[in-house]
């Protein structure tokens, strides 16, 4: 039974940085692609990055190509979310999920850790 902990929220100013830890338990995270999603209330749920079950695929979308980096140690089984030049714009409580494989469809991901939550306000 995978469990899935997000860690590493907190308020930082415009422009500042974060990483963000994605622990697993349970299971192994070896054999499970993650990725990272955001959600601000009243808004759906947008994926921001995933990283694939070896660490050499990583996806982002244009909101923070350039600004995040995904990236994972399965001796630890954790994965992380680097979130650089951050903007009031990327404002969410931040989760994790696992799937077979990266893909676009959120349906696919399942357990999902409790969130974090990311403040950029100066």
């Known amino acids: 039974q995978l469990q899935l902990v997000e860690s590493g929220g907190g308020l930082v100013q415009p422009g500042g940085s974060l990483r963000l830890s994605c622990a697993a338990s349970?299971?192994?995270?070896?054999?499970?692609?993650i990725g990272w999603f955001r959600q601000v209330p009243g808004k759906e749920r947008e994926a921001v990055s995933c990283?694939?079950?070896?660490?050499?695929?990583?996806n982002y979308p244009d909101s923070v190509k350039g600004r995040f980096t995904i990236s994972r140690d399965n001796a630890k089984n954790t994965v992380y979310l680097q979130m650089n030049s951050l903007k009031p714009e990327d404002t969410a409580v931040y989760y994790c999920?696992?799937?077979?494989?990266?893909?676009?469809?959120?349906?696919?991901?399942?357990?999902w850790g409790q969130g974090t939550q990311v403040t950029v306000s100066s």
């Open positions: 999920a696992g799937a077979p494989r990266c893909t676009t469809l959120t349906i696919a991901f399942g357990s």
């Open positions: 349970g299971v192994s995270l070896d054999l499970t692609a």
């Open positions: 990283i694939s079950r070896s660490g050499g695929g990583t």
